[in-house]
């Protein structure tokens, strides 16, 4: 009998495809051959999550694709945001794996250096980032965030000023901060790890890689240990009883 291979499910939880395509390839140049990658957007929705409100509108149509995968028999899934968003209501929905770049990169991050230093596009950001710091338990671990001033959009637009921009802030946070790890906090910060890596000479983790791989390995485990988040407490599916679980299909 021949084994099916690993299905994975990437959601950019944005009302637009301007962004599947470098995922996408991104992915395809790090992902295992037995592991099938599917990219998807939501159909409408803002084109980036900036702000508290548009997380509200983009996160009921994450949640179907997450339920969507778990039905078909994926064996994980990623949210492709570094806000995590939907995350823990993911996890209540689905028994598959469900990945969240942030909460990924910087348990990784965790295991390669003292502290580490997150690059962001703008202070807006800061706050929400900062509440997922807290709520993985590595605010011990976090030595600061560095502000690139780009807006989502604008990192699609201009990738060279992006990189250039990315370096100088990293080179500070670990010339003036202490860090010894450097994490690019969006997903759109993408497509730059090996050549940060060899300039800075520390770590730089892309969240895309990062979160990917994190899946592979999440998805092998579920697929043949049947290990998954675990269902007791935090994570325990709302009864069908209640009526709202048919809003997913």
Not at 9 to 15: A, E, F, S, T, Y
Not at 66 to 81: H, P
């Amino acid at each position: 009998m021949v084994n099916r291979m690993l299905r994975i499910l990437w959601v950019n939880p944005l009302g637009t495809d301007m962004y599947d395509e470098g995922i996408t390839k991104i992915i395809n140049e790090v992902k295992r051959s037995d592991v099938e990658v599917k990219v998807v957007h939501l159909s409408r929705g803002p084109i980036h999550v900036e702000y508290h409100y548009y997380e509200h509108l983009s996160l009921h149509e994450t949640l179907k694709w997450i339920w969507w995968a778990d039905k078909k028999k994926f064996d994980a899934a990623v949210i492709g945001c570094f806000y995590d968003l939907g995350l823990r209501e993911a996890r209540e929905l689905v028994s598959i794996p469900v990945i969240g770049p942030a909460e990924a990169c910087m348990y990784v991050a965790a295991t390669l250096g003292h502290k580490f230093s997150i690059i962001v596009g703008r202070r807006k950001w800061i706050p929400k980032m900062e509440s997922n710091v807290y709520q993985c338990g590595l605010e011990k671990k976090l030595a600061s965030f560095r502000v690139i001033d780009f807006t989502v959009p604008r990192m699609i637009k201009e990738p060279e000023k992006l990189k250039e921009a990315i370096y100088n802030a990293a080179r500070k946070a670990v010339d003036e901060d202490g860090a010894e790890v450097i994490v690019l906090g969006c997903t759109i910060e993408s497509g730059f790890m090996k050549y940060l890596i060899q300039e800075l000479q520390v770590p730089v983790l892309d969240p895309v890689v990062i979160a990917w791989k994190c899946a592979e390995m999440m998805a092998d485990l579920y697929r043949k240990i049947g290990l998954t988040h675990s269902k007791l407490f935090g994570y325990e599916t709302p009864p069908e009883r209640d009526g709202f679980l048919g809003a997913l299909e």
